[in-house]
């Protein structure tokens, strides 16, 4: 079993909808997650972190369930530049190190 | 926010040759950086972790000696892949972070090898 599921999607929603995916992640001693947003061909950049109680930034909500493993990404209003791949990020531990997920690719149209 | 910088950003070599990738901090010190490598529609794999001044740690499958990582500055780190042949195409990707478990990664380099 992989130590991060995303469902790849792809999430083909029209501007103003709202979108919603989760994460599963297999180490039950995952302390800290993270949603990661890459573009095509490009490197991944920080969207938010995950908090225990969630958290929204803006348009996004993030939430974080421990006891079923798994943490979530919605995105409200959705704008065509909100088209792209979120990658959920897991660290397990406090050596730094970042389990990926494949990537829930999400594409907005006009 | 933290910047991390990569060089070359694409480079293209033929089989048999081998090619450096440079990663830089730019406005902080990193003990501690990371390689990862993605494939097509792939997640993120984590090759090495470099630590300046000492050896690096390669994750289980990496072959050491194929990726050569040198960290010698808190600044900058770099890796080599020696003889590339064609399945080492690949977007490489470098993290770094100033405090804290959130990462900076750099622009990547998309390396292919004819």
């Known amino acids: 079993r992989k130590e991060v599921e995303q469902d790849p999607g792809p999430f083909n929603v029209p501007e103003g909808a709202t979108v919603a995916f989760n994460c599963t992640y297999s180490?039950?001693?995952?302390?800290?997650f993270f949603w990661y947003r890459q573009d095509c061909r490009k490197e991944p950049k920080l969207l938010m972190s995950v908090y225990s109680s969630g958290n929204e930034d803006g348009r996004f909500t993030a939430q974080l369930n421990r006891a079923s493993q798994y943490i979530s990404l919605l995105i409200r209003d959705s704008k065509l530049s909100d088209s792209a791949t979120y990658l959920c990020?897991?660290?397990?531990?406090?050596?730094?190190?970042?389990?990926f997920g494949a990537g829930t690719t999400v594409t907005v149209r006009a | 926010g933290a910047v991390v910088s990569q060089h070359p950003s694409r480079v293209i070599c033929k089989s048999g040759t081998s090619v450096k990738i440079e990663c830089r901090s730019l406005d902080f010190q990193a003990t501690t950086m990371f390689w990862y490598r993605q494939f097509p529609k792939q997640s993120l794999m984590l090759m090495a972790t470099s630590n300046e001044g000492s050896k690096a740690t390669y994750e289980q499958g990496v072959e050491k000696d194929k990726f050569l990582i040198n960290h010698a500055s808190l600044t900058l780190s770099t890796l080599t892949v020696t003889s590339a042949h064609p399945e080492d195409s690949s977007f490489y990707i470098c993290?770094?972070?100033?405090?804290?478990?959130?990462?900076?990664f750099g622009p990547g380099t998309r390396l292919t090898v004819t």
């Open positions: 993290s770094a972070s100033p405090t804290g478990p959130g990462q900076y």
């Open positions: 990020v897991v660290i397990s531990s406090n050596d730094y190190k970042l389990s």
């Open positions: 180490n039950s001693a995952s302390q800290s």
